[in-house]
Structure formats: structure tokens, C-alpha cells
């Protein structure tokens, strides 16, 4: 069934209890009693349940089940996840406030373990913990007002607390306010969380949890929706210029603290920690472990945004970034992209290598040994944050240049990629990649001996790259 057919269903009690209410005005309800009832519709992130559209509070029937089960959580990396319903994060819930929430936790009979909830919307005991603990092939039932309207994380308490969150069980319930939300065009469920594994970021294979890392607060991966890109590429959220946005962000921890910002947009305004008080304009905002932020912004040109946490190195090296793709019609006056590349050269400046004309002062050329000496150096100054220290690159954002066949099969060795940057589709070792390497600020003596440290690094053999063919490639012969 759905709402429509949910609503049909209900609609007999839903008029008999409205002609039986003794106000003759039938607008201004004020006792707390509910009228009809309803049957939740929960979604998977990133997509949001709709608004509700009944006018007075309702009884909701929430139906929620717990699933053990070995999922991807990068590329070629798999963990065994403990879900709300088969997906990490768990099924959005979206209700009103003042509605009478009617709760089954059901446990699947393959489970191997007790489950329980917390929800953050609750007021009693332990958020509804105790009254839903339930064994493996086992439903339990109780019931909650929805007092207070916000954002709220829920996850799973049973002990170890620590674990079973950090293996997956979390959430979000919306209680939305009397007066509801105001329309926009999108709404979204993003819902940042760690994972400690046993096996250091993106090593291949199945690994499991890692209590002595989870103790120390040490996450391997720090992602949105569960796994590493599970919003990136084809499974971004899209969105149209001029469209409004709404995002419901949820930080599940177990530890960390997001420090949450989009890339690319300003929020026109934001629900601190998912509570009634709006801030305006805003560029980053806290989440702490347990909590959440109701975010708006409207999309005024299109492209990229990226969500990051911007304790950047979780993004770019753990794992937090997701994409929003907006797209449509330029506009300049909001933003217009490069408009111009020129040489600054600020009097006195050390930049000796590269002449007015971008044509480079000759210095002798180095052998293989010497070139490989100072283009480690080199690389792990210029590359090696994307790259990766190992040339290993970063599941689904940076292709890897350890072995790379994409590389090795480049006529230039490679040349023109630092020196011009590189975009578009290309693939590497079977795996698109769709992102941007930008130009990169360096003389043809330290390219060269890049290109030649990372030809020969790795298990790659590739021989010397000399600062002549980068000087071919600069100037385009
Ligand atoms: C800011 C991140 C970033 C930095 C820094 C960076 N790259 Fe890249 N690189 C990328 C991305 C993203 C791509 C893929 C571009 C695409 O999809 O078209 C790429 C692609 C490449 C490729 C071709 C694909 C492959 O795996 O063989 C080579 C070679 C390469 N980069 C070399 C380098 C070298 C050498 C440096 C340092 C001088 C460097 N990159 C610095 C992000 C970066
Ligand atoms: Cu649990």
C-alpha cells in the first residue's frame, strides 16, 4: 500500500473521530488525542520521506528491522554491518510533532545478536532502549509521543554501545514541527560515521572491527552514507540551478566531531544541531557524535559541490566526501571561472627556473639515481596528498599511480599531466575516474624528476623522464 491507499484505508476513522470531536471548530483542535492512523514510509539515504499532509497529530505506526550483513565499504573492501533495515545509515523516519509513534524492532532470525534502539526523540527511558530489546527472530513493541519537534540521531544501545554503532546502527527521525517545514525544491539524508577496521584504509578483502582502535578514537575510514563514495560519480544527489536544497545531516560518530561544510556553497541557513534556533550564512557547522543540523541553501550556478568534514584529512584521506551535481545555465555574475591565467613574478622572486617567457633557464640534466632521489622528495610534497604516500591512490577520487597502466601507456611518459592538469573520464587498472587534477606549479627539472621517481617507484619501471621532454611538452612541440 501506499500513502494515498494507506490514507483511503484510514479515512473512516480519520471522520469519525473528526465528527466526534465535540469544538465546534473543527480548525482549532487543541485537545492532545490523535485522530486516524498511518503506516510510516521510510527511505534509504539519501532520499528523504516525504512531508506529512494531515493537519492534527496521528498515531504512526513505524515498522524497523535489523539485519546483520557483509556489505561494501570501499572499493574491493568489505565489513560486516549491523543495520536498521539493511542499509548504513538506517531508514529515514520522518513524523509530526504531537503524533503518536507505534514502534516494532523486529531482530532477523540469522542475526547473531540482541538489538535494541535509542531514539533521540524520545522522552523515557534510555530513548525506548530497554523496552525494545529484542533477541534474534524476536519483534518487540512500544509506543512514544513525539514531544519536541527536531532532528534526531537514533541508533542501537545494546552493550557493547561503542560497537554496535560503530558497526552501523544509526539513524535519523524527523519530528517536524506543528507549522511544518517551508517548502524546497530537495531534500536530502547525509549521515557522516566512522569505522575502526583491522585492516588499514582500502587494504582489499573482508576485515572486521577493531575495539583497540574504536578505543582510542581512531577511525580508518570517516564516510557519509555508510561507505566511501557511496554519494560520488553516478550516486550523487542532483540537483537543478535555482533549485532550494534541504539537508537532514546526521553525525553518528562513535567519536568524532563533524566540522561540516559543503564545498562550493554558503548556507543560506542552518538548524544548530538540529534544534529550533536558525543561524544564517554559514560556511561550516559542528555536529557533534550523537547529533544533527537541518541545512539550507539554494543552488544559484551550476557544478561540483562536495561535502566534506573539514577535519580534511578525513575527507580526502579517510574517506568523507560525497557530491551534490547541480546542474544547469552559467551564470557569470555569480560566478564566472577562471578568467585569466597570467605570470606573476613579484620582484626579488626566488622563482629562478622558469624565465618571463615560461621558456626555463637551462640547468644540467641529472642521471636516474639522482633524479629518483629528489623526485621522492618531490613527490611527497606535490602528490603524494592525493596520490597517496604509496601511489596507491584513493578509491573513486584519485586514480593510482603505482602500477598505473594509464600512465604507462602515455606516449609523453606523462609529461603533460603535472605541467597542464588533466580532466575527464579516463581509466586506470579496469576503475573510471572522473575527476580534475589541477596544473601544477613546477619547474621541468622537479617535474622531471617526478615523472622519473614515479615511473620507477612502486614495482613500476619506466626509466628517466629529462628536463628536455618537459620543456617539448611546455612549449607545446
Ligand atoms: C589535488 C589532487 C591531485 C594532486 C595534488 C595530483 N594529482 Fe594527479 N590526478 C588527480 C586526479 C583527480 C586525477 C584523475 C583526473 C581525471 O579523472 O581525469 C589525476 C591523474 C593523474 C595521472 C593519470 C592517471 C594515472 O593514475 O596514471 C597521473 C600520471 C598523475 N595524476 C600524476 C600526478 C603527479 C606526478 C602529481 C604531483 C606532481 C599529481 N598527479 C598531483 C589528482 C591529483
Ligand atoms: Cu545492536
Keep these: 500500500m501506499n500513502v494515498k491507499e494507506l490514507k483511503a484505508a484510514f479515512l473512516p476513522i480519520f471522520i469519525l473521530a473528526v465528527s466526534s470531536c465535540s469544538s465546534p471548530d473543527a480548525t482549532s483542535k487543541k485537545d492532545d488525542s490523535v485522530v486516524g492512523a498511518y503506516e510510516a514510509q521510510l527511505t534509504d539515504a539519501p532520499f528523504v520521506p516525504a512531508a506529512a499532509n494531515y493537519k492534527y497529530p496521528e498515531k504512526v505506526i513505524v515498522r524497523l528491522e535489523v539485519v546483520e550483513q557483509v556489505m561494501r565499504l570501499a572499493d574491493g573492501v568489505e565489513y560486516n554491518f549491523w543495520t536498521f533495515g539493511g542499509k548504513v545509515p538506517g531508514k529515514f523516519i520522518r513524523v509530526r510533532e504531537g503524533d503518536e509513534v507505534e514502534f516494532y524492532l523486529s531482530n532477523h532470525p540469522n542475526n547473531k545478536l540482541p538489538h535494541n534502539i535509542d ?13 525494545s530489546m529484542t533477541a534474534p527472530g524476536h519483534t518487540t513493541q512500544f509506543s512514544f509521543k513525539a514531544l519536541n519537534p527536531g532532528l534526531y540521531v537514533y541508533h542501537c544501545a545494546t552493550a557493547p554501545v561503542g560497537m554496535h554503532i560503530a558497526n552501523g546502527m544509526y539513524g535519523l527521525i524527523l519530528v517536524e514541527s506543528e507549522k511544518g517545514l517551508p517548502a524546497v525544491d530537495k531534500e536530502f539524508y547525509v549521515m557522516q560515521s566512522e569505522f575502526y577496521t583491522k585492516a588499514k584504509f582500502g587494504a582489499a578483502g573482508l576485515t572486521s572491527f577493531d575495539m583497540g582502535k574504536a578505543f582510542n578514537e581512531q577511525p580508518d575510514y570517516v564516510v557519509f552514507n555508510g561507505s566511501v563514495g557511496a554519494q560520488m560519480g553516478e550516486q550523487s544527489m542532483q540537483v537543478k540551478v535555482g533549485e532550494t536544497v534541504r539537508l537532514y545531516v546526521g553525525n553518528a560518530g562513535p567519536a568524532l566531531t563533524s566540522s561540516f561544510h559543503v564545498i562550493g556553497e554558503i548556507f543560506d541557513r542552518v538548524h544548530i544541531e538540529g534544534g529550533s534556533l536558525i543561524n544564517e ?7 557533534p557524535a550523537g547529533g544533527a543540523a537541518i541545512i539550507e541553501f539554494k543552488c544559484e550556478t551550476p557544478g561540483s559541490l562536495t561535502l566534506v568534514d573539514h577535519s580534511i584529512f578525513r575527507a580526502f584521506n579517510k574517506g568523507a566526501l560525497a557530491q551534490i551535481k547541480v546542474s544547469g545555465k552559467e551564470d557569470h555574475k555569480v560566478f564566472s571561472g577562471k578568467q585569466k591565467d597570467m605570470v606573476y613574478q613579484p620582484e626579488g622572486s626566488a622563482v629562478q627556473s622558469i624565465s618571463k617567457a615560461g621558456k626555463e633557464v637551462p640547468i644540467p640534466e641529472k642521471t636516474l639515481p639522482e633524479r629518483n632521489a629528489s623526485g621522492k622528495i618531490l613527490y611527497a610534497a606535490n602528490c603524494a596528498a592525493c596520490h597517496q604516500p604509496e601511489g596507491e591512490g584513493l578509491a573513486g577520487v584519485f586514480p593510482p599511480l603505482a602500477k598505473s597502466d594509464y600512465l604507462m601507456a602515455l606516449k609523453d611518459k606523462g609529461v603533460s599531466i603535472p605541467l597542464h592538469g588533466l580532466t575527464g573520464k579516463i581509466r586506470v587498472n579496469g576503475k573510471d575516474y572522473d575527476g580534475i587534477m589541477p596544473q601544477m606549479a613546477l619547474s621541468n627539472d622537479e617535474i ?22 618537459v620543456n617539448k611538452s611546455r612549449n607545446g612541440k
Excluded: D
Excluded at 281 to 287: H, M, P
Design 119 to 131: 531514539l533521540h526523540a524520545v522522552t523515557g527511558p534510555g530513548g525506548g532502549a530497554e523496552a
Design 281 to 287: 550564512n554559514v560556511a561550516t557547522t559542528l555536529i
Design 448 to 469: 622531471a624528476s617526478i615523472l622519473t621517481y614515479v615511473r620507477n617507484a612502486w614495482g613500476n619501471k619506466g626509466g628517466l623522464v629529462t628536463a628536455a621532454e
